[in-house]
């Protein structure tokens, strides 16, 4: 009989390699809809697909014979010191996969030495993450109608000590996750399948449903209108609340609520990464929001070498969507990035196991980074360059 490789099918969080494997071992602890949520992207998907796809055509040109002993992943991130080129990125209804949500979250990124970013939608108070946490903790925004929503976000993060603050502007207009919206007859309606399936996962139904109820997103519930605070409800009336107005004018508006270091979450161009600089923006993400916005973007690592030759140095260059291993970061490094924020890889840690799962998440980063720093021939970060870097065509051109 042909020897025949079995991908890793197991729920056992210490036989997981990777960050696929953890992403198993995930599908396979929550129910359908909530996988569904965290893993959908817009329509046709195509962006979420690019964002994979893009790591392919880089190909690593690597020298040899050189001494790496004694190798760092060591860097600073805004002025501080980060243990590691990487960050966690905002998500919205973390306790919808585990209980401790945020917290489990925000305590592996503090024990890793990396920031955590809260989401304005998280499920967990901002003033709780600081308190029970700690680390570095950034604070993320989206601008509703209701301006006091984010004016308020802004001055509790700013007197709970988070140092950052991530402005989102890619969600003026959300995105269709239709994958995602298949799984409710009607806004905030599971289908009876849904449904089933939750009783097929007592594990969570227990741990997440019934021991804490329903995921609220408790740091804007006091805005929200009845019914709108729960996860289930809030999920469909929150979307319409994003504020389409919002422009590069209401910066100013921010800077008078925002004291601390600030970021843009959803550039994509030169000319907006250097309206950001010129604004006095600290740093910009390059995203296209893991794909679930706007469909058949272009994927940000596609941008980074011409964004980075225009702003890399004066400001901090961040770059997410689609990294799941530590050659993505390597690559992104490479070519100008000063740091990778990583989304639902450890979103998938959480869903499999809480914080011992996003600490197994951002060391299968940490630990492939460090390997591949090695086999690159560099000892630090700041090493790796586009020198290391070939783009490629399919064998043979064409
Ligand atoms: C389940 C989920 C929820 C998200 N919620 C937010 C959010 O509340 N605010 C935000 O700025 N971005 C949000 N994002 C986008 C992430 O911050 C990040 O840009 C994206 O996940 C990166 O792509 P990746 O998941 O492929 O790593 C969310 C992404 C996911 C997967």
């Given at each position: 009989m042909p020897w025949k490789r079995r991908p890793f099918s197991g729920r056992d969080l210490s036989a997981a390699l990777n960050i696929a494997d953890l992403r198993e071992v995930a599908r396979r602890s929550v129910p359908g809809f909530a996988f569904e949520y965290v893993e959908g992207g817009a329509e046709d998907e195509a962006t979420l697909g690019r964002n994979r796809e893009v790591f392919a055509t880089l190909r690593f040109l690597p020298p040899t014979l050189i001494d790496t002993e004694g190798r760092s992943l060591a860097t600073e991130l805004l002025g501080a010191p980060c243990s590691a080129p990487l960050a966690i990125a905002p998500t919205g209804l973390n306790?919808?996969?585990?209980?401790?949500?945020?917290?489990?979250?925000?305590?592996?990124?503090?024990?890793?030495?990396?920031?955590?970013?809260?989401?304005?939608?998280?499920?967990?108070?901002?003033?709780?993450?600081?308190?029970?946490?700690?680390?570095?903790?950034?604070?993320?925004?989206?601008?509703?109608r209701n301006r006091a929503i984010a004016e308020n976000i802004m001055h509790r993060a700013a007197a709970s000590g988070y140092e950052a603050l991530l402005f989102t502007s890619d969600a003026n207009v959300f995105g269709s996750?239709?994958?995602?919206?298949?799984?409710?007859?009607?806004?905030?309606?599971?289908?009876?399948?849904?449904?089933?399936?939750?009783?097929?996962?007592?594990?969570?139904?227990?741990?997440?449903?019934?021991?804490?109820?329903?995921?609220?997103?408790r740091n804007i519930e006091t805005f929200l209108p009845p019914g709108a605070a729960?996860?289930?409800?809030?999920?469909?009336?929150?979307?319409?609340?994003?504020?389409?107005?919002?422009?590069?004018?209401?910066?100013?508006?921010?800077?008078?609520?925002?004291?601390?270091?600030?970021?843009?979450?959803?550039?994509?161009?030169v000319a907006d990464a250097r309206r950001a600089a010129q604004l006095g923006c600290d740093g910009v993400v390059l995203t296209n929001h893991g794909g679930r916005q706007l469909d058949y973007c272009v994927a940000p690592v596609e941008m980074l070498p011409e964004i980075a030759a225009e702003v890399g140095g004066r400001m901090t260059v961040l770059i997410d969507s689609g990294f799941r291993r530590g050659t993505d970061v390597a690559k992104a490094l490479a070519l100008g990035a000063?740091?990778?924020?990583?989304?639902?890889?450890?979103?998938?840690?959480?869903?499999?196991?809480?914080?011992?799962?996003?600490?197994?998440?951002?060391?299968?980063?940490?630990?492939?980074l460090d390997r591949v720093l090695g086999q690159l021939g560099c000892r630090s970060v700041s090493d790796l360059g586009p020198h290391l870097l070939?783009?490629?065509?399919?064998?043979?051109?064409g």
């Open positions: 306790g919808m996969l585990h209980p401790d949500g945020d917290i489990a979250l925000a305590r592996a990124a503090a024990a890793a030495g990396i920031p955590y970013t809260l989401s304005t939608v998280s499920t967990t108070l901002l003033e709780d993450v600081a308190r029970q946490a700690g680390g570095r903790l950034w604070m993320q925004l989206y601008v509703m996750r239709e994958w995602d919206k298949r799984n409710y007859r009607s806004p905030g309606h599971p289908r009876l399948r849904a449904a089933i399936d939750t009783l097929r996962h007592p594990r969570w139904l227990t741990q997440v449903l019934l021991r804490r109820g329903i995921p609220r997103f729960s996860a289930v409800g809030g999920s469909t009336i929150i979307p319409q609340m994003f504020a389409p107005t919002i422009t590069w004018d209401d910066i100013a508006w921010i800077r008078d609520h925002w004291p601390r270091k600030l970021l843009i979450k959803g550039v994509l161009s000063d740091a990778v924020m990583i989304g639902r890889a450890t979103l998938y840690g959480l869903a499999a196991a809480g914080e011992p799962g996003v600490r197994r998440a951002i060391e299968m980063f940490t630990v492939e070939r783009a490629s065509g399919p064998p043979g051109g």
